[in-house]
């Protein structure tokens, strides 16, 4: 008999939010390595675009840990390391291979929204809950709820990802061709002003102007901007490991095929 996930899932539920979170931050550092090592530029190409997609669903959940008493949504670690992919891309190909990784990203988010819309446009089959066919139509309803966000959050996200990671990207790239700091520093340096420019851009936007009920700037501030920024800021600083890593492994790889 094959394993049911649920069963794994329901295991998962039963440890601490913060250790499963370990479990994600784990899987993305094998799944950058894996796709960075056997296949270089191109598989960090894809892991932008596969990180991106699953960090706009994963943003939808929000969930409790043990130091906060109201939710926080999910999508940090993953949404960081895209920051991480694009920092390698700099370093080993040059900010223009970077940025293309960046609009790689962006028009594969747009592709997946329109299909998507396209998809939840196809009227749903009419059908009783005792039906065989019952679970297409339980399968749209999952569908609009993961596939059909607000158009003000799709916006105020996407707007804030290309701002930041341009940013991160020329940062980065400038403080290279300078020589000034060690990779992990201009990596820790240029991404911590990208998730500040993240996290105020997306929340001024969707909170504040693109809002029907906009909050207070107290509220903007140490709940939205602040409050998850310094989470950002340590799930970046435990990639920088990786990141170096990475950097070494395919700078020696480029520098072994051009000898």
Known sequence: MAPDPLHLIR??????????????????????YGFARYFGKSGLYVYVVLALVV??????????FSFSQTPIALGTIVFSST?????????????????KGVWLGFGAMLLVTLLMLLTLGIHPLDVPPHHGDYHFLEAHRAMEVLFLP???????????????QCLDITIFARLKASRRGALWARAAFSTALA????NALF???????????????????????????????????????????????LK???HAELS
């Not at 998962?12 to 931050?25: K, R, Y």
């Not at 694009?86 to 370093?91: K, P």
């Not at 009920?213 to 600083?237: A, E, F, K, Q």
Request: hydrophobic fraction near 55%; glycine fraction near 6%; charged fraction near 10%.
């Open 203 to 249: 929340s001024v936007l969707a909170w504040v102007v693109l809002s029907p009920t906009p909050v207070s700037w107290d509220s903007l501030l140490w709940t939205y901007i602040l409050g998850t920024y310094w989470i950002r800021l340590l799930v970046g600083l435990l990639f920088l490991p990786l990141l170096s890593l990475l950097c070494r492994h």
């Open 55 to 64: 960090g706009n669903i994963q943003v939808l959940k929000g969930v409790l």
């Open 11 to 32: 295991f998962l539920h039963t440890w601490p939010t913060e250790a499963v979170l370990s479990l994600t931050f784990l899987t993305c550092c094998l799944g950058l």
């Open 83 to 99: 920051f991480v992919a694009s920092d390698i891309l700099t370093e080993c190909y040059g900010k223009e291979a970077a940025l």
């Open 150 to 164: 607000a158009p003000r959050l799709l916006l105020a996200s996407l707007t804030a990802y290309l701002c930041s």
């Open 252 to 254: 020696g790889r480029r």
């Open 195 to 198: 998730f500040l420019v993240d």
